[in-house]
């Protein structure tokens, strides 16, 4: 059926429902003459069109998908329901795509909901991702926990002020009063041209099953039931949702206060009988024991081997500091009062801990977003004991403000549950108690970000880290998410890596008790799917001048060494320069040439090794008994050669992958790199927490949070390359966004209030006692 075809089928069935007189197929549907929605309508809102109300058995144009089974059934009424199977092992991301050639018009109305019907009529819970597309390319998407056995309706708002406003939070809380499930904002574009949508997605990404759906009732609703203090007294004093019960909210300081003792007292801070004191397998096979953890294969699987020769996974927590556990507040002070940033500081803004302003700074203070300070039920006074957990963040990434006065209601209910404002005593108890946390759930290590006070401990395996920053050039990969690519030719990022290294390698202390070390952190090296994402980095660099750039002047004379002529150059990469100075300029490079290819493909090779190389000298140079364990690749942000400069380099190769598990239809490069590989970060979150974003993959229950978790973690220690895997992360973010970027998660094993999830935390229990024996069989 030609797209033209369905467009009108699509206007009559619309005209032939709604009977709006002088309703006509060739015009957009809108309001009639006295300013009413020309449309039905329910309590919640006005409908404006159904949506892709023609689809049949037979549709072929207006539909692309990959790795999708999909058909059209009918219900009791003849609609159409669009029966989806997403098959996990035909595409990584297989996804359905229904587009419309005459493109929807939504400019006669304020707010703008797209909505639908689920169903899951499976046993599997869906990590469903939703797409609405205008003609221009430009796609916003959401996504949402779809529950076993479960039909729901489910919305994403594509207009309006909760799509317009910049909260500071990744996603909103509902403004929609309505039964329906919002769908939680992801990424994309969040302002489409509502004037010309033209498409929809369906997407599921990194399934290790197939997965099942069913969408009907596709329409476009004007919201009417619209809460104007929607972003009003949101967060109570301890920081939660003050709009909604869950379970283990706190509701006074003597149930925090109740709450530590009971769990202290179900503690006995051991490690379990079965493991060496490092936390390896003592129960299994002893080899060579070197008094430091290293990296060995053993029968077939790679391992950790801890320092007393024992096996050893690294299964563990990320991100166990305060560094992000503020919030902005929505208050300021005078620039000209804030101690401005070091060029000699090696750590960056986002990982500091509170950096509190002076006194006379705060005594200066002033609502810099009314909205943002709108939100909070209670601030307490500067000069107060709570007032202790002030911070303030000269930049951030993004959010309403570029910076401003932070707070951490974390902190603050530490202080209430240890009853005490001083905060060496807050973090010695917290130090204390968070590892015999770890002991008693069964973890082997921490993850990355630790905070360096449990360096010292001698009790707990742990992992440095570190980012290398300074004033040294870069490059843009043309998809900078979290800063460009540094420039490792540059010698100032030589001397900057050694300078932060040899930092790392003072606060390690030479300890045992340090598994390796992370440097740096999910930069944007490539994305794979196309030759301009892949070679994105090659492009960045030859666009600079050779004047200015380190890289430029590296990739030209390895053009030179590889070329004899210019006209032989010319030829391989559809040039026509003169002579080779002319490369000095700025050269946009073609995508047309397979030879042009194979050299962005070693350019982008030798980029990469450069850079591992010089960071791997500098762990030998100051940390020769620890591992370097990369730069923990984002599968967003890496490509092929990527891999091979780091595997040429690093000791252990690093990923942070969040999906439901390791996949085979993404993983099939491990057994060309035959490196021990570690998952970085993976979360999982669920709605039930009072939050409102369950996180980067989500749920609906703790309870199935905790099998998502049994799942993913299986298929790590299942795989014969992982020799570890961390969670991201201990805290959950504050409930209207970490003040670094926004993340308002509910990714913690502990709430705001420092209160465990506990049958998340049962599930987790569970797979870290039988680690071992599922990793490498009895003795």
């Given at each position: 059926?030609?797209?033209?075809?369905?467009?009108?089928?699509?206007?009559s069935?619309?005209?032939?429902l709604?009977?709006?007189?002088g309703?006509?197929?060739?015009q957009?549907?809108?309001?009639?003459?006295?300013g009413?929605?020309?449309?039905?309508?329910?309590?919640y809102?006005a409908?404006?069109?159904?949506?892709?109300?023609s689809?049949?058995?037979?549709?072929?144009?207006?539909?692309?998908?990959?790795?999708?089974?999909?058909?059209?059934?009918?219900?009791?009424?003849?609609?159409?329901?669009?029966?989806?199977?997403?098959?996990a092992?035909?595409?990584?991301?297989?996804r359905?795509?229904l587009t419309?050639?005459?493109p929807w018009?939504?400019?006669?109305?304020?707010?703008?909901?797209?909505v639908m019907?689920i169903?899951?009529p499976?046993?599997?819970?869906?990590?469903?991702?939703?797409?609405?597309?205008?003609v221009?390319?430009?796609?916003?998407n959401?996504n949402?926990?779809?529950?076993?056995?479960s039909?729901?309706?489910?919305?994403?708002l594509?207009?309006?002020?909760?799509?317009?406003?910049?909260?500071?939070?990744?996603?909103?809380?509902?403004?929609?009063?309505?039964?329906?499930?919002?769908?939680i904002?992801?990424?994309?574009?969040?302002?489409?041209?509502?004037?010309?949508?033209?498409?929809m997605?369906?997407?599921?990404?990194?399934i290790m099953?197939?997965?099942?759906?069913r969408?009907?009732?596709?329409?476009?609703?004007?919201?009417?039931?619209?809460?104007?203090?929607?972003?009003?007294?949101?967060?109570?004093?301890?920081?939660?949702?003050?709009?909604?019960?869950?379970?283990?909210?706190?509701?006074?300081?003597?149930?925090?206060?109740?709450?530590?003792?009971?769990?202290?007292?179900?503690?006995?801070?051991?490690?379990p009988?079965?493991?060496?004191?490092?936390?390896?397998?003592?129960?299994g096979?002893?080899?060579?024991?070197?008094?430091?953890?290293?990296?060995?294969?053993?029968e077939?699987?790679?391992?950790?081997?801890?320092?007393?020769?024992?096996?050893?996974?690294?299964?563990?927590?990320?991100?166990?500091?305060?560094?992000?556990t503020?919030?902005i507040?929505?208050?300021?002070?005078?620039?000209n009062?804030?101690?401005?940033?070091s060029?000699?500081?090696?750590?960056p803004?986002?990982?500091?801990?509170?950096?509190?302003?002076?006194?006379e700074a705060?005594?200066?203070?002033?609502?810099?977003?009314?909205?943002?300070?709108?939100?909070?039920?209670?601030l307490?006074?500067?000069?107060?004991d709570?007032?202790?957990?002030?911070?303030?963040?000269?930049?951030?990434?993004t959010?309403?403000?570029?910076?401003?006065?932070?707070?951490?209601?974390?902190?603050?209910?530490l202080?209430?549950?240890?009853?005490?404002?001083?905060?060496?005593e807050?973090?010695?108890?917290?130090?204390?108690?968070?590892?015999?946390?770890m002991?008693?759930?069964?973890?082997?290590?921490?993850?990355?970000?630790?905070d360096?006070?449990f360096?010292?401990?001698?009790?707990f395996?742990?992992?440095?880290n570190?980012w290398?920053?300074?004033d040294?050039?870069t490059?843009?990969?043309?998809?900078?998410?979290?800063a460009?690519?540094?420039?490792?030719?540059?010698?100032?990022?030589?001397e900057?890596?050694?300078?932060?290294v040899?930092?790392?390698?003072?606060?390690?202390?030479?300890?045992?008790w340090?598994?390796?070390?992370?440097?740096?952190?999910?930069?944007?090296?490539g994305?794979?799917?196309?030759?301009q994402?892949?070679?994105g980095?090659?492009a960045?660099?030859?666009?600079?001048?050779?004047?200015?750039?380190?890289?430029?002047?590296?990739?030209?004379?390895?053009?030179?060494e590889?070329?004899s002529?210019?006209?032989?150059?010319?030829?391989?990469w559809?040039?026509?320069?003169?002579?080779?100075?002319?490369?000095?300029?700025?050269v946009?490079?073609?995508?047309?040439?397979?030879?042009?290819?194979?050299?962005?493909s070693?350019?982008?090779?030798?980029y990469?090794?450069?850079?591992?190389?010089i960071?791997?000298?500098?762990?030998?140079?100051?940390?020769?008994?620890?591992l370097?364990?990369?730069?923990?690749?984002a599968?967003?942000?890496?490509?092929?050669e990527?891999?091979?400069?780091?595997?040429?380099?690093?000791?252990?190769?690093?990923?942070?992958?969040?999906?439901?598990?390791?996949?085979?239809?993404?993983?099939?490069?491990?057994d060309?790199?035959?490196?021990?590989?570690?998952?970085?970060e993976?979360?999982?979150?669920?709605?039930?927490?009072?939050?409102?974003?369950?996180?980067?993959?989500?749920?609906?229950?703790?309870e199935?949070?905790?099998r998502?978790y049994?799942?993913?973690?299986?298929?790590?220690i299942?795989?014969p390359?992982?020799?570890?895997a961390?969670?991201?992360?201990?805290?959950?973010?504050?409930?209207?966004?970490r003040?670094?970027?926004?993340?308002?998660?509910?990714?913690?094993?502990?709430?705001?209030a420092?209160?465990?999830?506990?049958?998340?935390?049962?599930?987790?229990?569970?797979?870290?006692?039988?680690l071992y024996?599922?990793?490498?069989?009895?003795?």
């Amino acid at each position: 059926m030609h797209n033209s075809r369905i467009v009108a089928v699509f206007a009559s069935l619309f005209c032939a429902l709604t009977g709006v007189q002088g309703c006509s197929p060739d015009q957009p549907v809108g309001r009639d003459a006295q300013g009413q929605n020309s449309s039905q309508s329910d309590s919640y809102g006005a409908q404006i069109m159904p949506l892709f109300a023609s689809v049949d058995a037979s549709l072929r144009d207006g539909v692309t998908s990959d790795g999708v089974r999909w058909s059209v059934l009918n219900n009791d009424d003849g609609a159409n329901i669009i029966d989806l199977q997403f098959l996990a092992d035909e595409a990584n991301k297989p996804r359905f795509t229904l587009t419309t050639e005459t493109p929807w018009n939504f400019e006669q109305y304020n707010t703008v909901a797209i909505v639908m019907d689920i169903e899951n009529p499976s046993a599997e819970p869906v990590h469903l991702h939703v797409g609405v597309g205008d003609v221009g390319g430009k796609k916003h998407n959401r996504n949402t926990a779809v529950p076993p056995h479960s039909k729901k309706t489910y919305y994403a708002l594509i207009k309006g002020e909760n799509v317009s406003i910049n909260t500071g939070m990744r996603s909103n809380p509902k403004q929609w009063e309505t039964d329906y499930t919002q769908l939680i904002w992801r990424n994309g574009n969040r302002i489409i041209d509502t004037n010309r949508v033209n498409s929809m997605t369906f997407q599921v990404m990194g399934i290790m099953t197939d997965k099942h759906i069913r969408v009907s009732n596709m329409r476009a609703v004007e919201p009417r039931t619209l809460n104007d203090k929607w972003l009003t007294h949101i967060v109570d004093e301890y920081g939660q949702n003050n709009n909604q019960a869950f379970v283990g909210k706190i509701e006074s300081d003597a149930q925090l206060q109740e709450y530590y003792q009971q769990e202290l007292a179900s503690m006995s801070g051991q490690v379990p009988a079965d493991r060496s004191q490092f936390g390896g397998w003592k129960a299994g096979p002893k080899l060579d024991a070197t008094g430091y953890f290293r990296v060995a294969k053993h029968e077939g699987k790679w391992t950790l081997i801890d320092p007393e020769g024992y096996l050893f996974f690294s299964a563990g927590i990320a991100n166990v500091r305060m560094a992000n556990t503020s919030t902005i507040t929505g208050f300021d002070v005078p620039e000209n009062t804030v101690v401005s940033r070091s060029e000699a500081d090696l750590t960056p803004e986002d990982s500091m801990g509170l950096n509190r302003v002076s006194d006379e700074a705060a005594a200066q203070r002033f609502i810099a977003s009314p909205l943002r300070a709108g939100m909070f039920t209670s601030l307490p006074e500067y000069a107060s004991d709570l007032g202790n957990f002030y911070g303030y963040r000269r930049s951030v990434h993004t959010g309403t403000l570029a910076k401003g006065e932070t707070y951490s209601f974390y902190l603050a209910n530490l202080s209430r549950k240890f009853n005490t404002p001083d905060m060496e005593e807050i973090m010695d108890k917290w130090e204390a108690l968070t590892v015999d946390r770890m002991l008693d759930w069964g973890f082997t290590s921490f993850g990355n970000w630790i905070d360096p006070r449990f360096y010292d401990n001698n009790n707990f395996p742990y992992f440095a880290n570190g980012w290398i920053i300074g004033d040294f050039k870069t490059v843009s990969s043309g998809n900078d998410y979290w800063a460009p690519i540094p420039d490792p030719f540059d010698k100032t990022f030589a001397e900057r890596t050694d300078i932060t290294v040899q930092q790392i390698a003072n606060e390690v202390k030479n300890s045992p008790w340090c598994v390796g070390v992370f440097i740096d952190n999910e930069k944007s090296w490539g994305i794979m799917g196309s030759p301009q994402g892949q070679y994105g980095l090659v492009a960045g660099t030859m666009k600079l001048s050779e004047a200015q750039s380190p890289a430029k002047r590296a990739f030209v004379a390895w053009i030179k060494e590889h070329y004899s002529t210019i006209d032989e150059f010319n030829a391989a990469w559809k040039q026509s320069f003169h002579s080779f100075d002319d490369l000095s300029g700025s050269v946009d490079i073609s995508y047309d040439s397979e030879l042009a290819l194979a050299d962005y493909s070693a350019l982008l090779t030798y980029y990469a090794d450069t850079y591992f190389r010089i960071v791997s000298e500098a762990v030998d140079k100051y940390m020769p008994n620890h591992l370097y364990m990369g730069a923990r690749f984002a599968d967003w942000g890496m490509t092929p050669e990527i891999r091979t400069g780091a595997a040429n380099h690093v000791d252990v190769m690093s990923y942070n992958y969040y999906r439901e598990g390791l996949n085979g239809a993404f993983w099939n490069f491990l057994d060309e790199i035959d490196m021990p590989s570690i998952i970085g970060e993976f979360h999982m979150g669920a709605l039930d927490s009072g939050m409102f974003n369950p996180g980067l993959i989500g749920s609906h229950t703790q309870e199935i949070r905790g099998r998502m978790y049994t799942d993913y973690m299986q298929s790590v220690i299942n795989n014969p390359y992982f020799v570890g895997a961390h969670w991201f992360q201990y805290i959950d973010s504050p409930l209207v966004g970490r003040a670094y970027d926004g993340e308002n998660y509910n990714v913690g094993f502990v709430s705001v209030a420092d209160v465990p999830y506990q049958p998340f935390v049962k599930a987790v229990k569970a797979v870290n006692t039988s680690l071992y024996t599922e990793r490498f069989g009895t003795k």
